[in-house]
């Protein structure tokens, strides 16, 4: 195999996991936002918003496949920028329901974050299996991660809610959500930035 058809055999299967990955966060964007909506829960919206911002990322990374690093360079910068926005957006979400008063369902919380969990997981699982990871797949790889142990949190804070029948535990998990992202973000910008260094 010539080095041109090797990378267009790599390049299709970056796009191919990409678009996969696309549509599974396309999924739990909608069934996390609408059991969020409908249980009042911050944490479950928050991990909603940051599947939404997912989507973008990997439609940035998808438009940066086989372009040059400058190209994946600025879809990394871009992601970042849209995880760390994402996180403040949250924040103020959960300082809302703070101020005006929520009433999170536990047990849909567990069960929508089991379910996220395995999405998720299927994601970071196709995401380590393209080999040569350039900085826009990274940053891709990143954000599944932080999905991932983001529905951790959500799973622990619905059982909290069941079992103590408050709702600290659902604006602790979506304000923790908040973190994770924007830690995530800086570290995105981060990794574009030394990629440059290093060009």
Same mark, same amino acid.
């Given at each position: 195999m010539s080095d041109d058809e090797s990378f267009e055999a790599v390049t299709a299967e970056e796009r191919r996991t990409l678009w996969i990955v696309l549509g599974l966060n396309l999924l739990l964007v909608v069934v996390m936002g609408g059991a969020g909506v409908w249980s009042d829960s911050s944490a479950l919206i928050a991990n909603a918003l940051d599947n939404a911002s997912d989507a973008g990322v990997y439609a940035l990374s998808l438009f940066a496949v086989g372009r040059s690093l400058n190209w994946k360079r600025g879809a990394a910068g871009a992601s970042g920028v849209l995880l760390i926005?994402?996180?403040?957006?949250?924040?103020?979400?959960?300082?809302?329901?703070?101020?005006?008063?929520?009433?999170?369902?536990? /047990?849909?919380?567990?069960? $929508?974050?089991?379910?996220?969990?395995?999405?998720? !997981? =299927?994601?970071?699982? *196709?995401?380590?299996?393209?080999?040569?990871?350039?900085?826009?797949?990274?940053?891709?790889?990143?954000?599944?991660?932080?999905?991932?142990?983001?529905?951790?949190?959500?799973?622990? /804070?619905?059982?909290?809610? $069941?079992?103590?029948?408050?709702?600290?535990?659902? !604006? =602790?998990?979506?304000? *923790?959500?908040?973190?994770?992202?924007?830690?995530?973000?800086?570290?995105?910008?981060?990794?574009?930035?030394?990629?440059?260094?290093?060009?």
């Open positions: 926005l994402f996180g403040l957006g949250v924040v103020a979400d959960t300082v809302g329901r703070f101020l005006t008063g929520s009433e999170p369902i536990g /047990a849909a919380m567990v069960i $929508v974050a089991v379910f996220a969990g395995a999405i998720n !997981l =299927v994601c970071v699982w *196709l995401l380590g299996r393209l080999k040569k990871k350039e900085v826009h797949l990274r940053a891709a790889e990143t954000f599944s991660f932080n999905d991932f142990i983001s529905n951790g949190g959500v799973l622990v /804070a619905g059982a909290l809610v $069941v079992w103590l029948g408050q709702r600290w535990p659902d !604006l =602790v998990v979506g304000l *923790l959500v908040a973190a994770v992202a924007t830690k995530g973000g800086l570290d995105i910008i981060l990794d574009a930035r030394r990629t440059k260094d290093a060009a």
